[in-house]
């Protein structure tokens, strides 16, 4: 039993995964199936030789890069990952996320840092190729209510505005009332003066939240050698005329990831996504992005005056492709058709619907990329691992439920024998030989016993659990002390990466913390670190 600031679980021991997820992570031929290959170093390099005898829209993205960099002053890594993408040999990894206002949970880092760690290993091991990392930024979200906010030691910070389209485009109109309240906030350390420099410099400096998120991700990762791909983006939305007017035509998504999403259901698998007939929205004027559907022989945009015929929206798509974005389920062959991209690395959810998605890819003649499930971290606070190494937590008890923990030690601290196990047993014990003498006699006398001993044991389990309450109640001090420690570390009830925003952790420790998080990470193998902060 490990102290709860060092140890590692692996997928089998961590638990908390769907079971398409945790079959894929154990390497079940049924999950396995979904994927292109099972991540490792002889298939990445397997994988990029078939990628790069297929790709073949490198100068324009290239140019993109070098476009949408450009207002930066980049880093040597950088300049050197963006000099190596022209390179026939060259080839990248990627995650993606969307723009949420000051990166939103934690494990915003945990994907860009696997990815960064991920590169640094085969650039090391396999020098013939160059890997190169790559954030794909999700401008062309819109569901506003996903990505205006963050938390900050449990309370919540909301950007109100009226939005709507595509996020991206949003003007920064009430981002500065939100810091600084947020600001006010803050607790007097030595490292709150950087974190203030970093939002000053990327939010309150912006004209958009593409232009923000770019430039905190700029600050956050770009010594690292880190580069930024936004899709929307005409150059690039020029690659996927033909995918997007088959998506219109033939409505192929729909079809082959229905055909996936069956093959799930019958292993029992969850659907994490279910296409639409048509999974393009339309970028109008006004800042809309809204749904395309077809009715009849028209096509339509919801919510909207837009109306087109076939010929009519097969023109407006020539001539206009950056006004058609792609939604889940086309997003990710978007990515894949303008990177020379091997591997997304995603939390257990995006991987669930990347999984459903090879057979369509394979339509399309685009490889499948090779899918990682990011490592997860519970990061422990200085203060936190003094008092979890009082309290005697191990890392194995930290993933109980709260009551069960509290159970847990409320019995081990008592003074009074709470074990009732050995009462029920002994009760057992005394109806199966009542039992044995109804099959004796009548069924009668059989159900009465049955009856009885229903009963009992309700009534022990009420005298335990009267037990347990008044122990709870004398041992009130630890009870508090063991709420109080599980609720900061599981915010909401929930993993601390998916709630906590990375300024509680970085006012803490500076921004070494980002170092700290790229020392523990496997770049392939799955893996939940619980990990004591310095």
């Not at 002889?42 to 990628?51: S, T």
């Not at 040999?89 to 915003?108: A, C, E």
């Not at 009849?296 to 097969?314: C, G, H, T």
């Not at 929930?494 to 998080?517: H, K």
Request: charge should be negative; glycine fraction near 4%.
């Amino acid at each position: 039993m490990e102290s709860p600031g060092n140890c590692r679980l692996d997928a089998a021991q961590y638990g908390k995964f769907s079971s398409l997820i945790e079959d894929y992570l154990t390497k079940n031929q049924n999950a396995v199936a979904f994927s292109h290959a099972f991540p490792d170093e002889i298939n990445l390099l397997k994988q990029a030789r078939e990628k790069l005898a297929q790709y073949d829209n490198r100068e324009v993205t290239a140019e993109v890069l070098v476009r949408q960099l450009a207002a930066f002053e980049l880093h040597p890594k950088q300049k050197e990952n963006l000099e190596k993408f022209r390179l026939s040999n060259s080839v990248t990894i990627t995650t993606g996320h969307q723009l949420n206002l000051l990166t939103g949970p934690l494990y915003f880092f945990h994907k860009i840092l696997q990815v960064l760690k991920c590169c640094e290993m085969m650039n090391k091991n396999h020098p013939e190729f160059h890997f190169i990392p790559i954030f794909w930024m999700a401008t062309e979200d819109h569901d506003f209510e996903e990505i205006n906010h963050f938390y900050f030691q449990g309370r919540k910070f909301t950007w109100h505005k009226d939005a709507r389209g595509a996020v991206g485009r949003l003007n920064l109109e009430g981002m500065d009332s939100v810091f600084e309240d947020f600001f006010q906030t803050l607790p007097e350390t030595k490292f709150a003066e950087e974190l203030k420099e970093l939002i000053r410099n990327s939010y309150l400096n912006s004209k958009n939240l593409t232009e923000a998120t770019q430039k905190l991700v700029q600050m956050l990762f770009g010594k690292k050698g880190l580069l930024m791909l936004d899709g929307d983006d005409l150059a690039l939305k020029k690659l996927m005329i033909p995918a997007f007017e088959e998506d219109l035509l033939k409505q192929t998504a729909f079809e082959k990831i229905s055909a996936t999403n069956r093959k799930l259901t019958n292993l029992n698998y969850a659907v994490q996504v279910n296409p639409r007939e048509i999974n393009l929205f339309y970028l109008g004027e006004g800042g809309i992005r809204e749904r395309i559907v077809q009715e009849n022989d028209r096509y339509r945009v919801l919510n909207s005056d837009y109306q087109f015929s076939k010929e009519e929206i097969l023109k407006d798509l020539h001539e206009n492709p950056d006004r058609y974005s792609p939604n889940v389920i086309l997003r990710p062959l978007y990515q894949e058709t303008v990177l020379p991209n091997l591997a997304y690395i995603g939390g257990s959810g995006e991987c669930a619907y990347w999984l459903q998605l090879k057979d369509f890819f394979a339509s399309q003649q685009i490889l499948f990329p090779l899918i990682i499930v990011r490592n997860s971290f519970l990061l422990i606070q200085q203060r936190q691992q003094r008092k979890l190494e009082k309290l005697g937590i191990t890392c194995e008890e930290l993933f109980l439920p709260l009551q069960e923990l509290i159970h847990q030690k409320v019995r081990k601290n008592s003074t009074v024998d709470m074990d009732f196990g050995k009462y029920e047993s002994r009760l057992e014990h005394i109806f199966d030989e009542l039992e044995k003498l109804a099959t004796q006699t009548d069924v009668t006398f059989s159900k009465m016993v049955n009856a009885e001993r229903t009963r009992q044991l309700k009534g022990l389990n009420r005298m335990n659990q009267r037990l347990m309450k008044a122990e709870k109640k004398k041992q009130s001090e630890l009870v508090e002390r063991l709420t109080h420690i599980h609720t900061a570390l599981f915010p909401q009830n929930n993993l601390q990466e998916r709630v906590m925003n990375f300024s509680e952790i970085q006012l803490e420790c500076g921004w070494a913390f980002i170092d700290e998080i790229l020392k523990e990470i496997q770049p392939i193998d799955f893996c939940f670190c619980i990990k004591a902060m310095p």
